[in-house]
């Protein structure tokens, strides 16, 4: 499994708002920390603030904060939402001629859910709680952006 561009692009908008700040995050700023493009970061932030993930506010003084109900949000049903519809695999367009005789889209599918499960038992605020705590070098330090 793996994630699309927007999925990880919001999750890593996330975590980078999580840090406390004085004043609100700009999309340039994180664009520029996170070495991707202003253009990408828009249609991020949009979602998400649709979401009500993030507190966005326009014009000067303005910009991103962390929703704090978003740290009860569960991580599983903030993938599925970013991760849309997309399937591992598609059988159907075009047309796959295995189909008939193929067990493999079924494990696959199974292997997405378990996926998702693991992912339930944790809340961002978790996430969040968690990379602060664990040292620099672990695979789940806090980004240092």
Known sequence: MQLNKF???ALRILMYVARPSDVP???AE???DLHVSQNHLVKVVHFMGKQEWIITI???GGGIRLNPDALNS???SIVRI???DNQI????????V???????KGILDQALESFYQSLDQYTLGEVLQQSKLAPAHSPIAFLEI
């Open 82 to 84: 970013l991760q849309g």
């Open 25 to 27: 995050y700009t999309i």
């Open 74 to 76: 569960n991580l599983g």
């Open 89 to 96: 695999v598609e059988c159907n367009t075009p047309p796959c």
């Open 98 to 104: 295995l189909r008939s005789h193929c067990g493999l």
């Open 7 to 9: 999925t990880d692009y």
């Open 58 to 60: 326009r014009g000067k």
């Open 30 to 32: 994180i664009a520029k």
